[in-house]
């Protein structure tokens, strides 16, 4: 009799399935669904009501998740994909845009970026230090509690806020004051896609539980705090780039990811409240700017006079890994500063292999050597070494850990993760190896135990050491604190994400480099340093890398460039922190890249470093309208329905036309790529215009610093300004020949036009790429 029940139980699970399907119960996934503004019909009080009412004509079960008005005009909502397409012709839709998931791309920045409270002539005096500017933060939330946000000697809310402290769980409306002037937080795409949030780890409100939102708020913005310092490290004053700029925080991100039906709702939240400044520090998959939710809520935020600035991606250093490329959006690489952690390897042999390190609990006894053993050998894991290797959870055994110092290879788990493992099987401190991929780059990370992170050839040395010594090998780590006057500085950062652009390489990204290594910012009071949820240490201050940090640099740069000049657009923000961006180190040698050691390029930097107190007043800056993106989208092959979805607009391409080409766009850096096609010849030709923002009766001369082997011109060579906002024109023509390249082979070459009057240096980057198609 027994296999009855099983049977019947199979015929039970068969007629559910059966049910399922008939009723069109398939995986629902969420969709941003774009309609016409106009089309509401009027007997609908409001747009939620008419959207819900159109979706129930498809579904009795689907439900709005967001309703959007300010950025993007229209919805989201969790379909199935037969309804997706049903919803798809209805007559007042115009797109369905998939949803993507996101992630976050995880002081002595100011002092190093020249923002010095002693200089009564600077940035910082000249703008108040952006007191009436509002940065919108869309991250992970806020700890309101710390010191970088209190509202001591700030005036009222500027009156042009219209945004609210909205209240939650541990997190009472009582948590804004003068500084932190807004909060929000958006979990419905988050729980839409992965069902109501666990609050034994997560807080429904503003509260940050991760860290990384409150850590890139105060680099944007945090006020002056007095002694601060990570576990002892990094000791002085912390600031933020605006240290009175008001904040907003907007809180996307949640422990399964950043969905893009929050992001969205959170641009469109942001505009509509007031802010001055969008700082994102999220990306993920590069898509065509159509189907990029971040960028058609940063298109909508900039024709609103808002700046955006975004994370470059932390994929770096293998090429066209940049994220967040919208020509709309100011993308932002990663450099080092001048200060490190050192924390060295000695080893048995006497060698000393440089480190980097934080920690301060029960350290190595000084003087003694431990023995050291490399993970990535099968006796460690019983299996084939892989796991082991990289330190995995439940990878090592405890009898070849215990009393050890253990090599363990970067990737896959988090670095502090590693260590955590390590110390869990007894191990007493850690070496995190760099792979060949990481190249030299040294992240210092705040372990459980003691650790160090080393470059890929000192791993390689260090396991080489292992393998051939003949008595058993020993090693220990020598902690030497917090160093300055590092020199060279900045640095490309290993990590940061790098051109050529994936969506339009006519347009060069990222646009600028700005201090994204080992920064010290705030840090909430329940999360420990290290992130792990076992770390019961608590810090004021953490310190952590990626070009999620060098994002709110620029975001509070901007807030203070647009205190200064309230009338210049977002473009001419951008503008001014480009052509004012440098090239060389503390040395006065070109930068180099961090990965690699030699010496870095356009597509690691974009325009440079930036230079604060130059952007204040470059001369002359590049603007773009609105219209001038629509002709770029019509010349990089939009449709007319796609660059609706982007700018909510209908598009006339006639116009883009005389604009020529899509690198016509008025950027402030020039990319021209070249398909070779069996062509001797090539050369093409770039419009730029330039607005006066520096002296009246002023004359910029030229100088051209073309690629190697090419005839590049300009027309005219001189410009004259007669008054300040006056605009005048310019024609530079890029002229080569075919270089011997394999099918499927590139060469890349750079240069720059430099316009200067003397007084003001307006520096522009000029990249040449050759291309050889494939046969």
């Known amino acids: ?71 993007f005009h229209g919805f989201s909502a969790k379909l199935t994909t037969s309804e997706a397409h049903r919803v798809e012709t209805l007559s007042h839709v115009i797109a369905l845009i998939p949803e993507q998931v996101r992630k976050p791309h995880t002081t002595r920045s100011p002092q190093f ?69 807004g909060a929000r937080y958006f979990f419905a795409g988050y729980e839409a896609t992965n ?75 942001a505009v509509a409240d007031g802010v001055d400044v969008a700082s994102l520090s999220v990306g993920g998959v590069v898509v065509p700017y159509h189907l990029d939710v971040i960028a058609i ?69 000084p003087g003694r050597m431990y023995p050291v053993v490399y993970a990535g050998v099968e006796q460690f894991g019983g299996g084939d070494g892989y796991s082991s290797s990289l330190c995995l959870e439940g990878s090592l055994d405890p009898k070849f850990v215990k009393g050890k110092i253990v090599v363990c290879d970067r990737g896959i788990n988090s670095r502090t993760a590693k260590g955590a493992e390590v110390k869990k099987n007894g191990g007493v401190g850690m070496i995190l190896a760099n792979g060949v991929f990481d190249g030299e780059g040294l992240v210092a990370d705040c372990h459980v135990l003691p650790a160090t992170s080393v470059g890929a050839t000192s791993g390689d040395e260090i396991r080489r050491y292992i393998g051939s010594s003949r008595s058993p090998a020993t090693a220990t780590i020598v902690f030497k604190g917090t160093r300055l006057g590092v020199r060279p500085a900045p640095v490309v950062a290993s990590f940061s994400a790098r051109g050529p652009n994936p969506v339009s390489p006519e347009i060069l990204k990222p646009d600028v480099i700005a201090p994204g290594l080992n920064i010290l910012a705030a840090w909430p009071d329940h999360v420990g340093p290290s992130g792990l949820p076992s770390d019961g240490r608590r810090t004021e201050f953490n310190i952590l890398s990626g070009t999620s940090m060098a994002c709110p640099h620029v975001s509070g740069l901007a807030a203070l460039l647009k205190a200064a000049h309230p009338d210049w657009s977002p473009a001419a923000i951008r503008s001014a922190l480009m052509t004012t961006a440098y090239t060389v180190d503390n040395r006065g040698h070109p930068m180099l890249d961090e990965s690699t050691g ?68 008025n950027y402030p850096s020039l990319s021209a790529v070249f398909q070779q096609y069996g062509k001797r010849r090539m050369s093409t030709h770039f419009i730029r215009t330039v607005t006066n923002v520096g002296d009246p009766n002023s004359v910029y001369k030229v100088t051209i610093n073309p690629p190697g082997g090419m005839v590049v ?21 890029v002229q080569t020949r075919a270089v011997k390249l394999s099918p499927g082979g590139s060469s890349v070459k750079s240069g720059s036009i430099v316009w200067s009057d003397g007084k003001h240096i307006v520096t522009s980057p000029l990249v040449v790429t050759m291309q050889q198609p494939l046969e």
């Open 598 to 665: 030699n010496v870095s390029s356009v597509f690691d930097y974009g325009a440079g470093h930036v230079h604060p107190e130059k952007a204040m007043n470059p001369g002359l800056v590049y603007d773009i309208s609105t219209s001038d993106y629509v002709n770029f989208l019509c010349n990089s092959n939009y449709t007319t329905k796609t660059i609706h979805v982007i700018t909510r607009k209908n598009a006339d391409c006639s116009g883009a036309k005389r604009a020529g080409h899509s690198g016509n766009l």
């Open 113 to 181: 970026l020249g923002l010095t409270t002693a200089d009564r002539t600077g940035l910082l005096h000249e703008t108040d230090f952006g007191s009436d500017l509002v940065i919108g933060v869309i991250d992970t939330g806020i700890c309101p509690e710390r010191q970088s946000f209190n509202d001591r000697d700030l005036g009222p809310v500027p009156p042009k806020w219209k945004g609210q402290c909205v209240a939650g769980d541990n997190f009472p409306a009582t948590s804004c004051n003068r500084k932190l002037i």
């Open 713 to 733: 011109t300009v027309k005219p060579e001189t410009l004259t300004f007669k008054r300040v906002g006056q605009k005048l024109s310019f024609l530079v023509r």
């Open 1 to 71: 009799m027994a296999p009855f029940p099983c049977f019947h139980a199979f015929v039970l699970l068969f007629f559910i399935w059966t049910l399922a399907a008939s009723l069109d119960l398939e995986k629902r996934s969420t969709f941003i669904i774009q309609v016409h503004r106009d089309a509401k019909p009027s007997v609908f009080q409001t747009h939620k009501h008419w959207y819900q009412s159109s979706l129930s004509s498809i579904s009795t079960t689907a439900s709005i998740i967001h309703t959007y008005d300010t950025v």
């Open 297 to 365: 809520g940063a298109f909508g935020a900039a024709s609103n006079g808002v700046f955006v600035s975004s994370s470059a991606g932390n994929g770096g250093p293998g090429g066209l890994t940049v994220t967040n490329v919208a020509p709309w959006v100011t993308t932002v690489g990663a450099g080092t500063m001048d200060r490190d952690f050192p924390a060295d390897v000695k080893l048995g042999n006497g060698k000393i292999v440089p480190g980097v390190g934080i920690y301060d609990g029960p350290g190595l006894t």
């Open 195 to 269: 069902g109501k949030m666990n609050e034994t780890t997560e807080v429904r409100s503003p509260r940050d539980t991760d860290g990384h939102g409150t850590h890139t708020a105060s680099i944007a913005a945090g006020r002056y705090v007095s002694p601060a310092s990570t576990l002892g490290y990094a000791k002085g004053v912390a600031a933020g780039m605006a240290p009175k700029a008001r904040l907003a925080v907007y809180k996307v991100c949640w422990s399964s990811g950043c969905f893009d039906s929050d992001i969205l709702a959170a641009f469109d939240a």
